[in-house]
């Protein structure tokens, strides 16, 4: 069965400076992995999707994240951070034919 | 093109009540998965509708059942509530042949009083 691990409740990082959020997964076969942005009282918005291509996978507003097998990672990062960048990060993976399993969740706090 | 919309935006119900909640997915998506995310934790899925029929399911007791109509959109019903029931109601929506890329509703808000 998968799972998946984020490393950090809450991360909280000043404008401007780099962010990374931790999370690795367990999975029986290879399995497709995602990270998914909540703002307060609003939906689920995916900010990116691994599945097998590049491993490195570039997402929406300057987020990125890089597979790495050997690890069991997908952390995912930013260059700089926003102000609107604050927000519950979630990461999740899926085997094939298998439905979403989150992690916890990690709030990124963003001070100016 | 509008995406996945989701009513009531909240809900209060008491004890012991019956709660119907409606999703409507991204045009064009033909598959409606369910997620309760309780406060403070990740969605947990609950069960996911395709071609009117329940695909899999999650480890949620049976006073949570669902439909699917023609025109692809979905119910969440939920039985006998209880006080742990209050937790965020997510709809996502996907096409079955896309694999797992789901977009995700705003979600209804469910109090259990």
């Known amino acids: 069965a998968q799972s998946v691990t984020q490393l950090d409740s809450h991360v909280s990082v000043s404008e401007g400076t780099p962010v990374l959020l931790r999370c690795n997964y367990s999975?029986?076969?290879?399995?497709?992995l995602f990270w998914y942005v909540q703002h307060p009282n609003k939906g689920l918005q995916l900010l990116l999707k691994?599945?097998?291509?590049?491993?490195l996978v570039k997402g929406i507003n300057g987020f990125e994240a890089e597979f790495k097998k050997s690890e069991t990672s997908f952390h995912l990062t930013k260059p700089s951070a926003h102000m609107s960048d604050a927000a519950e990060y979630f990461c999740?993976?899926?085997?094939?034919?298998?439905?979403?399993?989150f992690g916890k969740g990690t709030r990124l706090s963003v001070i100016a | 093109d509008a995406g996945v919309t989701q009513s009531p935006t909240h809900l209060i119900k008491t004890r012991g009540q019956q709660v119907t909640l409606r999703c409507s997915p991204k045009?064009?998506?033909?598959?409606v998965s369910w997620y309760q995310q309780a406060l403070g934790q990740g969605p947990q899925f609950i069960f996911q509708?395709?071609?009117?029929?329940?695909?899999q399911r999650g480890n949620f007791p049976d006073r949570f059942s669902g439909h699917q109509f023609p025109n692809y959109s979905s119910e969440l019903n939920v039985n006998a509530l209880l006080l742990g029931d209050s937790a965020l109601y997510l709809c996502?929506?996907?096409?079955?042949?896309?694999?797992?890329?789901?977009?995700f509703g705003p979600g209804t808000r469910l109090t259990v009083l």
């Open positions: 999740v993976v899926s085997d094939i034919d298998t439905p979403l399993v």
């Open positions: 045009s064009g998506h033909d598959t």
């Open positions: 691994y599945t097998s291509a590049a491993t």
């Open positions: 996502a929506s996907s096409l079955v042949t896309a694999g797992e890329t789901q977009y």
């Open positions: 509708y395709y071609e009117e029929e329940e695909r």
């Open positions: 999975s029986s076969y290879s399995p497709s």
